[in-house]
């Protein structure tokens, strides 16, 4: 979708916002648009960014409620404020006043996951260090009189319960835009915002070095800002796939066992990806179209 837009004559932020829009309206994976990863109340919230990469304007939405087309209110938050994110129901709110319709984002498919999460003790879940034992119960939580922390670990968590539809567009004439959708973690505590709304953890575009974008466990990812790091290694003059490697290893060194990867295009049109290699979760497939390709492509990088 957002090929033929460019090869239509649309612009790039045109490209992402139809691209990550298409995403949105096909509920890709589940994890993009309405009717997917409800939170802890069975609500499905939207998280989305675009940015300009010749001006550096961002606009993003975060814990959007009861607005289907999450990409195109972040595009109005960059065309019609001063402002780079709105959130909540203030978001949605603002989101109407530009024309958008109110609506459920609740599914029969959404009610039944939420559901039977609640039939396996809400298992699993984002709380820790709470009373009652969050690993064996639907709470409601509270901190406890004494706190023994615990390290972080990552539970038996699906790999499709984070991602994201993630986007690179570099025009013709060297302009670089980025965006991202998503409905954020399954089962996330009401309020949870992930990194595909972060301007340079989520996306980053520079049209003067290149553009990135980022999938995987964002309340992990989001702490290092991996696709600004990302542009910046790129335009050190270092490849994307090399650029996007480093931006994984350095995330390992903290979290060995996160789940993401991350896509990396140039201002010259070259391209790559990296991804973090654990159980289930060894290669990382991703779409490319370009004037060298007949059509749109599927790619597959191996995780390091």
């Keep these: 979708t957002a090929w033929g837009v460019l090869q239509l004559g649309g612009s790039e932020l045109d490209a992402v916002e139809r691209g990550c829009g298409q995403c949105e309206i096909d509920q890709c994976d589940g994890s993009v648009g309405y009717g997917g990863s409800p939170d802890e109340s069975g609500e499905t919230t939207l998280d989305a960014m675009i940015m300009n990469g010749n001006t550096m304007e961002v606009g993003a939405v975060a814990d959007l409620r009861h607005v289907k087309n999450a990409i195109s209110v972040a595009r109005k938050v960059m065309e019609y404020t001063k402002h780079t ?40 879940n984002y709380w820790k260090n709470v009373i009652p034992d969050s690993s064996k119960s639907c709470g409601p939580y509270k901190r406890p009189e004494k706190v023994t922390y615990k390290e972080e670990q990552i539970s038996r968590r699906s ?30 505590i009401p309020g949870r915002v992930g990194d595909s709304p972060i301007a340079g953890a989520g996306s980053y575009a520079d049209s003067t ?22 542009v910046e290694y790129m335009r050190m003059g270092t490849d994307p796939t090399v650029a996007c490697q480093k931006v994984i290893s350095r995330i390992q060194k903290y979290a060995p066992k996160f789940f993401g990867a991350v896509i990396c295009a140039n201002t010259t049109g070259s391209y790559g990806a990296a991804c973090n290699k654990i159980p289930g979760f060894t290669q990382f497939h991703f779409m490319v179209s370009s004037p060298l390709l007949s059509q749109p492509t599927e790619q597959v990088v191996d995780c390091i």
Aim: hydrophobic fraction near 40%.
């Design 85 to 124: 994110l709105l959130v909540g129901e203030s978001a949605s709110l603002f989101a109407v006043r530009m024309g958008f319709p109110y609506e459920d984002l609740t599914t029969q498919k959404s009610l039944l996951v939420y559901s039977e999460w609640l039939n396996q003790s809400c298992q699993p």
């Design 159 to 188: 790999f499709h319960n984070h991602d994201t539809i993630g986007m690179v567009v570099i025009g013709g004439s060297g302009i670089v835009a980025s965006g991202t959708s998503t409905n954020g973690a399954v089962h996330k």
């Design 209 to 230: 070095a290149g553009g990135a974008a980022a999938t995987g466990d964002g309340d992990i990812m989001m702490r290092f800002l991996p696709s600004y790091q990302a």
